[in-house]
Each structure stands twice: as structure tokens, then as C-alpha cells.
């Protein structure tokens, strides 16, 4: 127990609303919501269409703002920040994965990895050999100069994650990151992410997908706009949930001994 | 910021290059107008430079005696009855010869403008403009004499020096000394012809290439006897102080005159103002033309600029989703609107100045080219990008990432 209260605290969240439309119309996309991250958390966010996960998750990411509530990250009151603070902290602390990648069509890939770069100082040398090497870490040396559009989906969305991380955010937040991929590239995708959470990182994933939870730390499903469950697995849980789907490898063997 | 200055460079440049015949477009829609107006102010420039040229080339001494005129304003311009045209000027004899006997004075001579037709024995008769001076003229303006000889004092009064054009119309030939010809019905014979000035714009506003010229003696006997006199040149002695004499003339033209100061004496500078001024009018009325053309341009780089941002609402939505602060985003299009214009400043000046040159073929002066018109010319045009550049920018800052991420799924 005191080794947990010694883990830092990442966001805390009290009482959070945000509501749309007005009058008769109005709907709340998330319901006087409570919820605390800690340092190095794994945690996929689940749930139907129009529970609230992306609007959380846009709060979370300071890209939209509570109606209600308090938002702290990292211990500070994030609506007392400047929308220019804001945008420093989101250039500093916050790494973005979105469903449909959002790479710019028009700049090459390392161009789009330094992107964040830009808007945290960082000179242009630096920036391309800092892009470089993340691309490295996800074996994309070969594709740096490539355009967005020669990639496939998988690397697309290995490039966008190399984005998010390129200037080592504190928090990775991912608005179903494999939604718009199949299976062998969502759990390669699966696979990178796991391997940033081993690093220490934490993550927060939204996703339909129930398979993918394995790879989460913690899972909180989501209903109209409230936290419907929220599972920290137990260790020996955790263990037994150990049964991560197959990898590619396992895959084809399987597949060819079905054939067989 | 310096080193995201340079990044928005580099981004405004690639932007720019991918939509290249957009772009050309918009630069040549705001060098138009740019053009235009710096044809206009080198023109107008030219017509300053060629007096103040004849000044300097009299020697810079020169101070002209003039009747008060109403200054020429933009009223004047709408105005088909001048309230000065028909003022009759006070000028006489008498404040000729009080001039004269002015000390710092070296020389001073009259110049008494006529109305009536020059005819030849073989030809139309032709109404050129008559003009009547003393043999001083030569001291107080500078031309040259191409055949012949100017009135001097010992030629007898019905003689008169020809303007080079005025004497091929008359004659078909610019060697009539000696030839005779009728200026209001009394005959005349032509001693001399004054070499092809090409200067209708100076400041006798006399064109000298179709003038008679007479002696003021003959000058009288046509308005019954009396003087009446337009302008007197004064040319200051050597080392006279300028401003000084011109002091001691409008003093003593005003005590000739009952102490009415219904004259003006002109020096340096002034000389030039009320030719350029009213030249000047002429430019400001066209270039407010101009600048119509201008705000089109600028109306140019806004509907591009919106087009521009409307296209890159989702990267708009990124940049800001990774960090970019909203100035950074309005710096961004503002660096681009800034391009296109400066590009269309410089591009339109050049092309203005090309044109001036061009209609300078036909005019009788160059055309000017002068730092103030080019500061003018590529500030208006910067100025204009970016106050239409404006709209655009904050447009595109103001935009929602959630909702323009969402946008063209």
C-alpha cells in the first residue's frame, strides 16, 4: 500500500462534465466523472459509440475543455493554464495517436515525426536526427523519405506513433489507434505499445476492440458518460490474463499446420 | 521564434511552390495594381524632375514674379469655371523697372503672353502663342537659338523669333529667317529660330517650340499700349542671397501696388511646387484609381488565404494538437501572405516602372525613379497583404482542433 501511495500521480480528474448542445438539446458526453492515472499506467478506455471516451480523452489531451469539474495534470490545475501554456504543454508533456493517423500528406515522413519538435524549440538538425532515431525504434529507418502515402496502414500508423513520441511525453494518449487497421497490424501496433509501457511510459487507449485489453494495465469501460467498470487486475490476474493473442510468427505456423 | 520564423518560411515557401499557378495568380493580381501606381508616381516624379532640372540648369538664381493664382486643389479639378482664369495680372512696366533697379538684380525680363493667329503669306493661319519679352528672356531661360538671331534692342519692332515647330508649320521649314508672316494682321519678318525644346512643361508655361516671340514694344502696340504682364524672370546677381532679394521684390512690387500683396515671388523649390502640384493632384486622383485595383489584389490574397486555410483545417487541427500556439499558427499564414505580396510589390514595381518607361517613349520627359516610390509602392503592397492576410490567419487560428481533425474523414 505505501509503495502505491509513493506512485506519482499523473491526472487526477474531480467531478468532470461535458455537456453539448443547449436546452432540450443538451447532452452530456461525460457525467461528473471521477478518475486518477498514476505514473506508468497502461490503460485502455472501452466502451459503446457516444459513452464519452474520445471527448475524455480530448480533455485529457488539452485539446477540448470541461464544461465542469477539475482537470490536474501533473498536480496543476490545467483551466488556470494560458491557451499558450496549454499548447506548451502539449508540446512538451502530451504525444498524440489518432484513429485515422492525421499525418501532413504533404511532408515526407521524417518531416511529420519532427513535427512536434518545431513547436518545442528544438533546432533542425536536431529535430531530423531525433526523427531519425524514433523512426529507428520502430523500424522505419528505411522510410524516412518516403511520403505518407506510400506506406501502408500499419506503417502509417507505426510513423504517427513515432510522432507522438518523439519528444518523450510523459503521457501517450491513443484515440483507437488500431481502429482503422487489421488484425496483424493492430496487435504490431499492440506489440510497440506494450513495449513503451514496459519502458515506463503511460498510456491511455481508447478502443473497441475487447482483445486488445490484454495489453492494458488497466481496463475502465465506459456508459453514458460515467465509469461503468474499472478493473486494476490483480496480480495473479494479471498472470492468468497472461494469454495474449498469437503472434505472427505463432500465427502462420498455426495456419500451416491447419492446412496440413 | 526566430527558429519557428524560419520554419514558417520554409513551410510558407513549400505551400506556396504546391499551389504554383495559384499563386503566380495572386502575385499578379496585386502587381497590377502596384504597377499602376508606380507608372503614375514615376510620371509625376518626371514631371517634378524636368523643373527642377530647368532650374538648376538657369543657375539656381532664377526667382519668378507671378500674380497671387489660387492654389489648384482637387475642387478645381470638378470645376469648369477656375476662379482665376479670367483674372487679369497686375503685373506693369513700372514693377519690371523697379525690379531692374534693384541691386542684387542682374537681370529681369517680362513675359507677356498674346492670343491671335500667326499667318504666313502661303499657309493656314496658325495660333501659335505669342509671346512678348525682352532680349533678358535669353538670360533667364535656358534654350538655344538654331538659326538666326534672338530680339535684341537694336532690331527694329516688327520682328520675331519662331519656335522650331511653330516654323514648320508655317513655312514647312525650319530655315524661315527672313521669310515674312502676319501675327494679328501686322507683318512681321522672322530673325531667328529657337532650337526644338521638347519641354512643353516648364516654368514660363510657355512651349517654346510653337511661340512667336516679339518685343514687349510690339507686345503693347497689340493691347493697347499697356504691359500686361504674366511673369517677370528675375536672374539674382552673383552671391545674392536668394530668399533676401526675394524679400526686397515682393516689398517693392507691394508698395508699386498700394501695398496690396497680390503677387507672388517664387524661389528654388517653389518654382516647381505649383506646376508639380498640380501634376500631383492629377497623380493622387489616378492613383486612388489605382489603389481600387490595389484592394482587388488584396481581396485576391484573402480569397486565396481562405481557400488555403479551409484546405488545411486538418493540419491546422495537427499542428495545434502537437504544441503550436495560435500566434504561431497566425504567423505562419501571415508569413505567407507577406511572400505573395512582397513578391507582387517588387514584381509590380519593376513591370510599373517598365511601363512608365515605355509611355515615356512618347511624352516629353523620363520617367523618375525614386526611392520614396519604391518604399511607397512595395509597402503599399505589403501593407495590403497584410491587412487581408489578417482575416485569413486569425481564421485559421481560431479553428477548433477536435473539430477540424474531424473534418474530410
Avoid at chain 2, 294 to 319: A, C, D, H, K, Y
Wanted: glycine share 8%.
Amino acid at each position: 500500500m505505501a509503495k502505491k501511495m509513493a506512485k506519482k500521480i499523473v491526472i487526477e480528474l474531480k467531478g468532470l462534465s461535458k455537456r453539448f448542445g443547449f436546452g432540450d438539446a443538451e447532452h452530456a458526453a461525460i457525467d461528473t466523472l471521477d478518475l486518477t492515472v498514476e505514473k506508468g499506467e497502461f490503460i485502455a478506455i472501452m466502451g459503446p459509440s457516444g459513452c464519452g471516451k474520445t471527448s475524455l480523452l480530448n480533455i485529457m489531451g488539452l485539446l477540448d475543455t470541461p464544461t465542469e469539474g477539475d482537470y490536474l495534470l501533473d498536480d496543476q490545475r490545467v483551466e488556470t493554464l494560458s491557451s499558450r501554456r496549454q499548447a506548451h504543454v502539449r508540446a512538451k508533456k502530451i504525444g498524440f495517436v489518432f484513429q485515422d493517423f492525421n499525418l501532413i500528406e504533404r511532408m515526407n515522413v521524417i518531416e511529420n515525426v519532427a513535427l512536434p519538435l518545431t513547436y518545442s524549440g528544438v533546432h533542425h538538425t536536431k529535430r531530423m536526427k531525433l526523427a531519425s532515431k524514433m523512426l529507428g525504434n520502430f523500424h522505419l529507418a528505411e522510410r524516412e523519405y518516403y511520403m505518407p502515402w506510400q506506406l501502408s496502414g500499419g506503417q502509417t500508423q507505426r510513423v504517427a506513433i513515432a510522432r507522438a513520441l518523439v519528444n518523450k511525453p510523459a503521457l501517450l494518449l491513443a484515440d483507437e489507434p488500431t481502429g482503422n487497421l487489421d488484425s496483424k497490424s493492430s496487435h504490431i501496433i499492440m506489440e510497440e505499445l506494450s513495449d513503451l509501457h514496459k519502458r515506463g511510459n503511460t498510456i491511455i487507449m481508447v478502443t473497441h476492440n475487447p482483445d486488445l485489453t490484454t495489453y492494458a494495465s488497466r481496463v475502465i469501460t465506459m456508459l453514458d458518460g460515467k465509469i461503468d467498470t474499472d478493473s486494476k487486475p490483480t496480480k495473479t490476474e494479471e498472470k492468468k490474463n497472461t494469454k495474449r493473442p498469437l503472434s505472427i510468427k505463432q500465427r502462420k505456423v498455426m495456419q500451416r499446420k491447419k492446412k496440413k | 521564434m526566430q527558429l519557428l520564423t524560419f520554419e514558417h518560411i520554409r513551410t510558407a515557401r513549400e505551400s506556396l511552390k504546391r499551389t504554383r499557378s495559384r499563386t503566380y495568380l495572386t502575385i499578379t493580381g496585386v502587381a497590377i495594381g502596384i504597377a499602376s501606381i508606380t507608372t503614375i508616381l514615376a510620371l509625376s516624379g518626371g514631371v517634378t524632375n524636368i523643373i527642377s532640372k530647368q532650374v538648376s540648369d538657369a543657375g539656381n538664381n532664377i526667382a519668378l514674379v507671378r500674380p497671387t493664382t489660387k492654389q489648384p486643389s482637387l475642387i478645381d479639378l470638378g470645376n469648369p469655371n477656375p476662379t482665376t482664369s479670367f483674372t487679369t495680372s497686375p503685373l506693369v512696366e513700372r514693377d519690371l523697372d523697379s525690379i531692374l533697379a534693384l541691386k542684387n538684380v542682374d537681370v529681369a525680363s517680362p513675359i507677356m503672353t498674346l492670343s491671335g493667329n500667326v499667318t504666313s503669306s502661303e499657309g493656314d493661319p496658325n495660333s501659335g502663342t505669342i509671346v512678348a519679352t525682352t532680349p533678358e528672356f535669353q538670360q533667364t531661360t535656358p534654350f538655344t537659338l538654331k538659326d538666326g538671331q534672338f530680339i535684341d534692342g537694336i532690331t527694329s519692332e516688327d520682328t520675331v523669333v519662331l519656335g522650331e515647330q511653330l516654323s514648320l508649320d508655317l513655312f514647312g521649314t525650319d530655315q524661315s529667317v527672313g521669310k515674312q508672316l502676319k501675327i494679328r494682321g501686322q507683318s512681321f519678318t522672322c530673325i531667328g529660330v529657337i532650337k526644338r525644346q521638347k519641354n512643353p512643361i516648364n516654368y514660363n508655361n510657355i512651349d517654346l517650340d510653337h511661340a512667336a516671340v516679339i518685343s514687349l514694344d510690339s507686345g503693347k502696340l497689340f493691347n493697347q499700349g499697356v504691359a500686361q504682364i504674366q511673369q517677370i524672370n528675375v536672374k539674382a546677381a552673383k552671391n545674392a542671397s536668394l530668399p533676401k532679394l526675394k524679400q526686397t521684390i515682393s516689398d517693392t512690387i507691394a508698395k508699386n501696388h498700394g501695398n496690396e500683396r497680390d503677387t507672388d515671388v517664387l524661389i528654388g523649390d517653389e518654382i516647381v511646387e505649383p506646376t508639380s502640384r498640380l501634376f500631383l493632384i492629377i497623380a493622387g486622383v489616378m492613383s486612388t484609381i489605382a489603389g481600387i485595383s490595389l484592394i482587388v489584389g488584396g481581396i485576391g490574397i484573402m480569397n486565396i488565404m481562405l481557400v488555403s486555410v479551409s484546405e488545411r483545417t486538418r493540419e491546422i487541427g495537427l499542428r495545434k494538437a502537437v504544441g503550436a500556439t495560435s500566434a504561431s499558427i497566425v504567423a505562419q499564414f501571415m508569413i505567407e501572405a507577406f511572400i505573395t505580396s512582397a513578391l507582387g510589390g517588387v514584381i509590380g514595381f519593376a513591370g510599373g516602372y517598365a511601363i512608365a518607361f515605355v509611355i515615356s517613349m512618347f511624352l516629353p520627359y523620363d520617367p523618375m525613379l525614386s526611392w520614396v516610390a519604391a518604399v511607397v509602392a512595395i509597402g503599399l503592397s505589403v501593407s495590403i497583404g497584410v491587412l487581408f492576410g489578417l482575416y485569413p490567419a486569425l481564421k485559421a487560428s481560431r479553428k477548433n482542433p477536435i473539430e477540424s481533425l474531424r473534418r474530410y474523414h
